[in-house]
């Protein structure tokens, strides 16, 4: 039998952020770094199928993780776009008051706001039409001005092209397949001797970690952000970014308006629980094992009602449909008409975790530790704008252990 390869430091995914733990990995310790990723290319997932919005750091208690990450990660970001010529648009966002009743929440946001250092202001109804013309709110609406957009693609690609000039080694159609006791990946491709190990997997990054017996209390939930696009006809205008005031109990932020940097406007996404955690369309990639698991998680949350989950739940169920998108989203803007939704960009799907023994829905990033090896188990957004610092952050818990 040959000896296997072997590498200093093993990444396992080449989405957003296990390509900058992989430099984050090359740039402090140098070494040989490889990085396996079962697709043909990278950002095949969450981290090329999400929105692009760079946010801000505005949902976030301050000096919490998050908000440290996020801030900084949108500072980092815009500069990356910068330096290499990727299009942003820098227009920012507002955030809407359906009702009278989401003004204390909009003035919790500003509050958080400021206390993150984000250039955020409220503002009046006038002010708001010259932001955002479309727009329509109660009363007040909250501009973040550092809220930005870019295409996730041209980030990933740019990302994986600097990992190579680093000499990072990157193995695309490598998919994992366990390992042994003695620190060996079995891959697709063959078995890879490690020093250390970062599973950075994104969807199955729950099941990688149980194999090494960590993250035991936790499951990894799929849920499709589902998205449509304005018609270029529209009489409905967006510059940057329309978001509703969210529902700060639960980790989705709800239906949205966002302009891209090539001028399309995207609406979406939904938040929908799924079978399978591919299952991109219809039942296609449903499996009978996911599909109990969320099944079962489902039945648990709605039977607890923790936060009312059944009320939000029958919302996303609504969004099936193009006219139950369109009630979620007429609120938000003047003159939308149904037929101003058409078909929009791929969906995405968050790999949200759950605790097992509660059936709570995780809001924060998870980072947990194991025999040679570092498990990111809950990268949810704003895991894409916080992506560099992120990295920083995984590089420093391996360095603590």
């Known amino acids: 039998m040959m000896n296997p390869s072997s590498t200093d430091f093993l990444v396992v995914g080449a989405g957003v952020i296990g390509i900058s733990v992989a430099r984050e990995l090359r740039r402090r310790h140098g070494g040989r770094v490889v990085i396996i990723e079962k697709e043909s290319s990278v950002g095949r997932h969450a981290s090329g199928r999400n929105s692009g919005v760079l946010h801000a750091g505005v949902y976030y208690e301050a000096n919490t993780l998050k908000a440290k990450l996020c801030v900084e990660g949108n500072r980092q970001m815009r500069e990356y776009c910068r330096a290499k ?25 500003h509050a958080r706001s400021l206390a993150n250092g984000v250039r955020a202001e409220l503002v009046d109804e006038r002010t708001l039409n010259e932001i955002e013309p479309s727009a329509r709110t109660v009363k007040q609406a909250l501009y973040v001005k550092d809220t930005a957009v870019v295409n996730p693609l041209r980030i990933m690609e740019a990302l994986a092209e600097d990992a190579q000039q680093e000499k990072i080694e990157l193995r695309v159609g490598c998919a994992w397949h366990g390992h042994s006791a003695k620190a060996v990946a079995r891959t697709s491709n063959g078995d ?70 090539e001028g399309d406007v995207t609406v979406g996404p939904s938040a929908l629980p799924l079978l399978g955690r591919e299952q991109y369309a219809g039942l296609l990639g449903a499996t009978l094992r996911d599909g109990l698991a969320m099944a079962g998680y489902l039945l648990r ?23 139950g998108f369109f009630r ?74």
């Open 301 to 323: 949350l709605c039977k607890q009602n923790r936060d009312h989950f059944r009320s939000i739940a029958g919302k996303e169920l609504l969004k099936l449909s193009r006219a």
């Open 85 to 109: 010529n990727i299009p942003l648009n820098d227009k920012g966002k507002v955030i809407v008051a359906r009702v009278p009743s989401e003004l204390p929440v909009l003035e919790k946001l």
């Open 192 to 261: 890879i001797s490690y020093g250390h190990l970062v599973n950075c997997a994104g969807l199955y990054a729950d099941k990688i970690a149980q194999q090494f017996d960590v993250g035991l209390a936790y499951r990894v939930l799929p849920f499709r952000g589902q998205f449509y696009r304005l018609r270029p006809g529209s009489q409905v205008r967006v510059f940057g970014n329309i978001y509703p005031v969210p529902d700060m109990r639960n980790p989705f932020l709800g239906v949205h308006f966002t302009r891209t940097p």
């Open 328 to 401: 979620e989203a007429n609120p938000l803007v003047q003159g939308l008409m149904p037929g101003d939704l058409v078909p929009g960009k791929e969906p995405g799907i968050r790999a949200q975790l759950v605790n097992r023994r509660t059936a709570d829905l995780l809001h924060d990033f998870v980072v947990e530790s194991g025999a040679s090896s570092t498990h990111v188990l809950n990268a949810v957004s704003p895991a894409f704008t916080s992506s560099m610092p992120f990295a920083a952050y995984v590089v420093d818990c391996i360095q603590n252990n």
